[in-house]
């Protein structure tokens, strides 16, 4: 597990995740602790490093 920071697309807080790096492709939605709006989050893990990490808001 990895612990990622990023700022969230609702209210811009930045805000960590525990990532699970031994899946090579993610894609799940995880709500924000701070203003609690659904976000979508995709990511791509190579050698338990993300590569690639997205979080953006439901529906735009
Ligand atoms: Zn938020």
């Given amino acids: ?3 990622h920071f ?7 807080e930045q805000i ?3 990532i699970d790096t031994s899946q090579a492709q ?3 939605i995880e ?3 701070i ?3 659904p976000i979508q ?3 791509i893990t190579r050698h338990q490093q993300i590569i ?3 979080a953006e808001s439901i529906g735009q």
């Fill in 16 to 18: 960590s995740m525990l």
């Fill in 35 to 37: 203003c609690c709006n």
């Fill in 6 to 12: 990023f700022q969230c697309p609702y209210c811009w």
């Fill in 31 to 33: 709500d924000c602790e």
């Fill in 26 to 28: 993610q894609n799940y």
């Fill in 41 to 43: 989050i995709s990511l």
């Fill in 1 to 3: 597990m990895d612990e």
């Fill in 52 to 54: 690639d990490f997205q």
